[in-house]
């Protein structure tokens, strides 16, 4: 076999990790040095976008915002697909029934799940508000305050992606020993003792994949308050990438945008090597 | 107990099938009947889906997401195979650094290079052109994972047969080993087809011509743009038909879909 052939193979993968890993990664330092509008020469600022970014405004909204979709998005997550997983995980007729309708708006585009939505939300006319004046509760205003709209737009988020979680978990619960419950039974343990002390430290890795999958797809958010709300009201939806893209394609401040790309990224990473150290502390 | 389980799941799996029966029933419904609740159309009609043909090119949209969906998920098959294979079936100085570098890859989140990309398309003179929206996405980390867990897992015995009868390593790949992993080619044929149809982030980024925009894009401009005039009726029959063509799939494929899932999130 000719020596070269392997590098052949491979060549594609080196091509596009320059293009599109390597040279982006180190592009967006620079350009974090930078102000640039794309048209006109760059200009060099030395720290200014570090500055800027550490007393924008709106900057620590975005965070703030994230952190409070987050706080209702990995609870609500875990507790409804670990719930619905343990329903599925017995002698149930229509599993496949079941498992493909939880996982129908997985597989659907966030724009189609995010209109949808919309009107499920509607003050007026959404089934939501419409079931809370049939227990004669007093109708939310979802979208419209400011205090609501990211929590509302966190419970759409938990519907949209808790199908994979519930498989995720399944296949988590499958790897329990039988045996574990079993031995259990004969010590006279509770359902409840069953899954404290011998479920929920077997599928331990599974609850944090779902935190971990979870932390990155808040960070990532963008469609869904785009469509939905288009950040606001008073900004109280405003993501992450959302503000990138404004920043960048709005005002043409590229080198603040990569600024706060850079730095949301750095924080990703972070915020997941401190859950990572966590969980192994744990174990 | 065992009737509460069934009833808590009846009402579980109606809560994510409800809203979609409702939401092809409201496009097909006069804008006065979209309020009701009802499973059937109101006042029948197809004027939602003419008004959305009449304002936007739709049509075009739909031929350009699945001209680009079918292409980058061809070049990502074939690509990530030959890169898959390499690294699960020949030796060669650096292969444990490409396996890294990949995982670096996997890792970096996408807000650090989305800036830098764009401006690398500005560059290329790609924006508004098929090239950014096919380009940037053909080669794909997990894909290469995947042919490389798949490759190794087959016997050196079918190379070892195809070298003596003289085969080339991609005759090797393509015509030999290929059709032995038949579900991990369609795991991956799943993943990046669904990723491409429903990716929108990108396209508003680098396309600003309507006629090379993808259904997600277009649908979206069109939600956001007050195009669809406040008329809720126009604005769902737009998001229907983006979710049709993969609601109609998954419907025949709906197995692999969950496992093809499932296999991407594990791997994380």
């Not at chain 2, 029948?44 to 292409?71: H, K, Q």
């Not at chain 2, 195809?162 to 005759?171: H, K, V």
Request: aromatic residues 14%; glycine residues 6%.
């Amino acid at each position: 076999m000719k020596k070269q052939i392997p590098y052949w193979l491979v060549s594609p993968y080196l091509l596009y990790f320059a293009v599109f890993v390597a040279f982006p990664v180190a592009f967006s330092v620079v350009l974090t040095f930078h102000s640039w509008n794309i048209i006109s020469p760059m200009k060099f600022v030395g720290l200014d976008n570090y500055q800027r970014l550490f007393s924008d405004r709106l900057f620590w909204q975005a965070i703030y915002n994230t952190l409070r979709f987050l706080l209702v998005h990995i609870p609500l997550q875990i507790v409804v697909a670990l719930a619905l997983a343990e329903f599925l995980n017995q002698k149930i007729r229509g599993q496949a029934f079941f498992r493909g309708a939880f996982f129908l708006p997985v597989i659907v585009s966030g724009v189609v799940v995010t209109i949808l939505w919309q009107q499920l939300l509607g003050f007026n006319a959404g089934i939501l508000n419409r079931g809370l004046t049939a227990l004669s509760l007093p109708r939310v205003a979802w979208l419209e305050e400011p205090g609501i709209a990211m929590y509302a737009i966190a419970l759409m988020a938990t519907w949209k992606n808790v199908g994979l979680y519930v498989i995720l978990f399944l296949v988590g619960l499958q790897t329990v020993p039988v045996q574990y419950y079993e031995a259990a039974d004969m010590e006279g343990a509770t359902a409840w003792q069953k899954f404290r002390y011998i479920t929920l430290p077997m599928i331990n890795p599974t609850i944090f994949m779902v935190v971990v999958l979870s932390t990155i797809g808040g960070f990532s958010l963008f469609i869904e308050p785009y469509i939905m709300t288009e950040g606001g009201p008073l900004n109280s939806t405003l993501s992450a990438v959302m503000y990138i893209y404004k920043q960048a394609f709005q005002y043409y401040h590229m080198g603040y945008s990569a600024t706060l790309g850079f730095f949301f990224a750095l924080l990703i990473l972070g915020v997941v090597a401190i859950q990572k150290r966590y969980v192994e502390q744990e174990n | 107990m065992k009737l509460l389980r069934y009833a808590l799941l009846l009402l579980a799996a109606l809560s994510f099938i409800y809203p979609f029966v409702w939401m092809i029933s409201a496009s097909l419904s006069s804008e006065q009947g979209i309020g009701s609740l009802t499973l059937l159309p109101v006042g029948l009609t197809i004027s939602n889906y003419t008004t959305v043909f009449e304002r936007i090119p739709l049509g075009r949209a739909f031929l350009n997401s699945l001209f680009v969906a079918l292409v980058t998920t061809g070049l990502v098959l074939v690509l990530g195979a030959m890169v898959g294979y390499a690294l699960a079936r020949l030796r060669f100085r650096g292969r444990d650094l490409i396996f890294y570098l990949i995982i670096f890859t996997m890792t970096l989140p996408f807000q650090i290079t989305l800036i830098p990309n764009y401006i690398t398309m500005v560059k290329l003179g790609w924006v508004d052109t098929y090239f950014a929206l096919i380009v940037p996405f053909v080669m794909n980390s997990l894909a290469v994972l995947l042919f490389r867990q798949a490759f190794a897992s087959l016997p050196q015995a079918l190379i070892d047969a195809a070298r003596i009868d003289g085969c080339g390593e991609l005759r090797i790949i393509f015509q030999i080993l290929l059709p032995n992993i038949v579900p991990t080619v369609l795991t991956i044929t799943i993943l990046t087809f669904m990723g491409l149809w429903n990716e929108a982030l990108w396209p508003l980024i680098v396309i600003r011509d309507e006629s090379t925009m993808t259904m997600p894009q277009m649908v979206t401009l069109f939600s956001v743009g007050g195009r669809a005039d406040a008329q809720l009726g126009v604005k769902i029959a737009a998001a229907v038909m983006l979710a049709l063509p993969i609601l109609v799939v998954y419907l025949f494929f709906q197995k692999h879909f969950i496992r093809s899932m499932a296999s991407s999130g594990l791997k994380d």
